[in-house]
């Protein structure tokens, strides 16, 4: 048994002479406190003790408050009570749970004590580390489990159409979190859905309903087959988000409608009670003339950055958040992209991003970096990262931070 | 992030004041006072936001929760929500089945 360190608990700082010279001859160092001593202590002043012997006159209440201090300075000592001729003192120690020891003081006797104390001090330690390991494998298991979920049902490759550079930056928080974007072709490779997304919440949860979003919205798009090229008819008659409604036919437009209306339609009939929901941008851009029909389902407006150096136009909500209003009605709206121009897309990762001192980075700083930076693609993408990285700084990342930039490229330029 | 959820019930209207901070860390407390004015039988859900820094997507999806815990019939109201958690809601388009109040 290594020296054992033993704090005597007294009011008046003795120790009885046998049981001084019992813990002596046994080789354990006794330090010697009042319960004021020891709570008064500044931290990290406290002997490193294994056993704490109180003596029995102290109250209960007294022992547990000086064993809760000697916890905090990350000591946990074996607590036992000590009595010399007050015996009946000793009763109301055990109901604590406090071990006793009592006269006579043999060293042999003592010494049992003190290796029971150790031996149980040394187990207890152990458990907790155990333990502690086992939560803090679990949780970090939970998370690699949902961001292997969320990785997963991010494309490999984003397709680019000549003359187009779509780029993308994902950052994953640590707590994951439900941000997707997804890019693939659809009306036999005539038109290019986009999309970006934030489910709401965080953990397993929110990356088993973005893997379910993902796929609802990318298999009903693509299966929306040319039978049903033209969209003649909008669903719905009555819009709440009318300014942008037109019923026009849009090449394209059908797949949208489908996949988002569908979706919601899914999520509110199946999985309304879990409640989980996403906020979505999902645009269906023509290559050849840059017209953009999208659906804004509850999304950060998403900024098309003008090459001619005009204001940039925010593309507003056309319909809620994705899953939560049962038979919702989603406008489309419009946009036009011309040669140079770039739509930066975006998750509140970006706009909710704080510093250290907890500021958010915020919509105007975001588009005022946006005025900023040069408008291809991926260079304002990194101009973004380096705003919010600097703009972070050592806080720690509390949210997805996905940024899809779609630039095209005026005429003359040559390709990546 | 300071968080604080209070409920009162009067005539069974019941009012939960929040103050700081509503997201993935705080939501639960929120959800836990919904359960209980839902408990008290409450017709009327009144939400004090005038001292709520902030609502996260996950303080959104607490919203959500109150609308089904409390079933259609109640009227939910957010009362005094600073510009940004307003904005938020709006944008969100949950405006549409809680009624946001300026105070």
């Given at each position: 048994m290594a020296q054992t360190n033993v704090l005597v608990l007294d009011e008046h700082r003795t120790v009885p002479p046998d049981l001084r010279s019992a813990l002596e001859r046994v080789g354990a160092r006794v330090h010697v406190r009042t319960p004021t001593d020891v709570l008064a202590a500044s931290p990290g002043r406290l002997p490193d003790v294994t056993v704490m012997l109180a003596h029995a006159g102290l109250s209960p209440h007294t022992v547990r408050a000086v064993a809760r201090r000697l916890d905090d300075d990350g000591r946990r000592p074996s607590v036992v009570a000590f009595a010399e001729?007050?015996?009946?003192?000793l009763g109301s120690h055990v109901h604590a749970g406090c071990d006793y020891l009592v006269p006579p003081f043999h060293a042999d006797l003592v010494l049992a004590r003190l290796r029971n104390c150790d031996e149980r001090a040394r187990f207890s330690r152990t458990m907790e580390d155990v333990t502690a390991h086992a939560e803090l494998l679990s949780y970090e298991r939970e998370l690699e489990i949902g961001r292997e979920i969320q990785l997963g049902f991010l494309p490999d490759a984003l397709p680019s159409p000549p003359g187009w550079e779509i780029h993308v930056r994902f950052r994953p928080a640590r707590t994951v979190a439900g941000d997707f974007y997804d890019v693939f072709e659809i009306v036999n490779r005539r038109r290019l859905a986009l999309v970006v997304a934030d489910v709401c919440d965080k953990g397993v949860g929110a990356a088993l309903f973005m893997a379910l979003i993902r796929s609802l919205l990318r298999h009903t798009a693509e299966q929306s087959g040319l039978q049903s090229l033209i969209a003649a008819e909008l669903l719905g008659e009555e819009t709440t988000w009318a300014e942008h409604s037109r019923a026009i036919p849009v090449v394209g437009a059908t797949p949208l409608l489908n996949a988002v209306v569908g979706t919601n339609n899914y999520l509110t009939r199946n999985?309304?009670?879990?409640?989980y929901f996403a906020t979505m941008f999902f645009g269906v851009l023509d290559p050849g003339t840059g017209n953009l029909v999208y659906i804004n389902g509850g999304h950060n407006p998403p900024v098309l950055v003008s090459a001619s150096g005009a204001e940039p136009v925010l593309l507003m909500p056309t319909g809620p958040a994705v899953g939560v209003i049962p038979d919702v009605d989603f406008s489309l709206g419009y946009a036009q992209l011309s040669p140079g121009d770039t739509l930066f897309i975006y998750t509140d990762g970006v706009t909710e991003a704080r510093s250290e001192s907890g500021r958010f980075f915020g919509e105007e700083e975001m588009l005022r970096q946006l005025a900023e930076a040069a408008v291809r693609g991926e260079e304002l993408l990194d101009h973004m990262d380096g705003a919010l990285s600097e703009f972070v700084g050592p806080a720690e990342q509390s949210d997805d931070i996905t940024m899809m930039a779609v630039h095209w490229r005026p005429p003359g330029t040559p390709a990546d | 992030m300071s968080f604080d959820v209070r409920l009162r019930v009067d005539e069974r209207v019941a009012t939960i004041e929040l103050r700081g901070e509503l997201d993935a860390a705080t939501a639960g407390r929120f959800h836990d006072t919904i359960d209980q004015a839902a408990a008290a039988g409450a017709i009327e859900l009144v939400i004090r936001a005038e001292q709520l820094a902030y609502l996260s997507s996950a303080g959104l999806r607490s919203l959500v929760f109150a609308r089904q815990k409390m079933g259609d019939d109640v009227r939910i109201a957010v009362v005094g929500a600073p510009e940004t958690v307003a904005r938020t809601i709006r944008l969100a388009g949950f405006d549409h089945s809680i009624d946001l109040i300026d105070v």
């Open positions: 001729q007050d015996l009946h003192l999985h309304i009670r879990q409640g | -």
